[in-house]
């Protein structure tokens, strides 16, 4: 009997941050820039889409996936340059990872539940 891997949850996380910079980032640079050009009053402002459940919640997950994907593409970019990765490796940059997203949830649900005041 084969032994267990814990390499696809990382691979789906890694399918999901691709998807996430593919997609959502492309999207949100354009909304951004269009912004730019506007007056200010009635154009797209990022605080306002962080004052809903959906743009927190968007925001939120475009930094989760891309985060992990990063991370991903690092650890396996260690084995293309014949680093050996081992255990302590995998903590510290998953670690990162997780540190990044926490921190993105901390500040986006300060920031949204100050919305409410």
Same mark, same amino acid.
């Given at each position: 009997?084969?032994?267990?891997?814990?390499?696809?949850?990382?691979? #789906?996380?890694?399918?999901? @941050?691709?998807?996430? +910079?593919?997609?959502? *980032?492309?999207? =949100?640079? $354009?909304?951004?820039?269009?912004?730019?050009?506007?007056?200010?009053?009635?154009?797209?402002?990022?605080?306002?889409?962080?004052?809903?459940?959906?743009?927190?919640?968007?925001?939120?997950?475009?930094?989760? #996936?891309?985060?992990?994907? @990063?991370?991903?593409? +690092?650890?396996?970019? *260690?084995?293309? =340059?014949? $680093?050996?990765?081992?255990?302590?490796?995998?903590?510290?940059?998953?670690?990162?990872?997780?540190?990044?997203?926490?921190?993105?949830?901390?500040?986006?649900?300060?920031?949204?539940?100050?919305?409410?005041?």
């Amino acid at each position: 009997m084969p032994a267990r891997s814990n390499e696809p949850p990382f691979w #789906g996380l890694f399918g999901f @941050g691709g998807m996430v +910079i593919a997609f959502a *980032f492309p999207a =949100l640079l $354009i909304c951004m820039i269009i912004a730019g050009f506007g007056d200010g009053h009635t154009t797209f402002h990022f605080t306002e889409a962080m004052s809903h459940w959906w743009g927190a919640g968007a925001i939120f997950l475009i930094i989760f #996936g891309a985060a992990f994907h @990063g991370v991903h593409r +690092i650890y396996h970019s *260690f084995h293309d =340059l014949k $680093i050996h990765t081992g255990r302590v490796h995998h903590i510290i940059l998953y670690g990162t990872a997780f540190c990044i997203t926490t921190a993105a949830l901390t500040a986006i649900s300060i920031y949204y539940f100050k919305s409410f005041q």
